[in-house]
């Protein structure tokens, strides 16, 4: 059974840095592409970027509103997938869900959608 | 505001069927794969429906999805009361280069 643990959420103040981390088990970790995604409260989801395998790889790529700030990063010998955030700003208080990428080949681009979701981890960001 | 279109609520009474819709344009729906998630409150969302309408192993077959041109529907026939939860379209956009959601359909059994 694929087991996603996110931990490191907590609350930060405007500016501030946080890193999360994602432990996966029951599926070969190394071979996953794996993306980030975030819930604001009572609102949406809002991919927040992506790691490739190593094997095809293991470049990064980030949704707008965090490129720049946000750095996804990953273990494979520790099967753990890290998001580390800097200058964070109060519109980053969200729930941070680590994912499994379901990863497509269409008209030869390459695309991920998420497929399987961790419990998520709590970050706020206030003064 | 998310970048695909979906109703805020839904409802339908038991052993009824729903539809929800999803609407996009010809940069994601159009061109790339639709999935479907359900999310229960205060709980992760659970991929129910991939590649338009496929369904992984454990998903009922009262769930069923399907896509036309820059729009999708995901239908829920046999309606019971533990399907009331929130339902998110996503597909991939071809101009932001990157999965993107719509903005949820909460879905009530009354």
């Known amino acids: 059974e694929v087991q996603l643990v996110e931990s490191g959420g907590g609350l930060v103040k405007p500016g501030g840095s946080l890193r999360l981390s994602c432990g996966g088990s029951?599926?070969?970790?190394?071979?996953?592409?794996m993306s980030w995604v975030r819930q604001a409260p009572g609102k949406g989801l809002e991919w927040v970027g992506r790691i490739r395998s190593i094997t095809d790889g293991g470049t990064t790529d980030y949704a707008a509103p965090v490129k720049g700030r946000f750095s996804i990063s990953r273990d494979d010998s520790k099967t753990t997938l890290y998001l580390q955030m800097n200058s964070l700003k109060t519109e980053d208080t969200a729930v941070y869900y680590c994912t499994t990428d379901r990863v497509n080949v269409v008209r030869g681009l390459i695309t991920n959608i998420p497929d399987y979701w961790g419990q998520g981890t709590l970050v706020t960001v206030s003064s | 505001q998310s970048v695909l279109t979906q109703p805020p609520s839904a409802s339908g009474t038991p052993g009824q069927r729903v539809t929800i819709s999803c609407s996009g344009s010809s940069s994601n729906i159009g061109s790339n794969f639709v999935y479907w998630y359900k999310q229960l409150p205060g709980t992760a969302p659970k991929l129910l429906i991939f590649?338009?309408?496929q369904r992984p192993s454990g998903v009922p077959d009262r769930f069923s999805g399907s896509k036309s041109g820059t729009s999708a529907s995901l239908a829920i026939s046999g309606l019971r009361s533990e399907d009331e939860a929130a339902y998110y379209c996503a597909t991939w956009d071809d101009n932001l280069r990157g999965p993107v959601f719509g903005g949820g359909t909460k879905l009530t059994v009354l």
């Open positions: 590649r338009n309408n």
């Open positions: 029951g599926f070969i970790f190394n071979n996953e592409w």
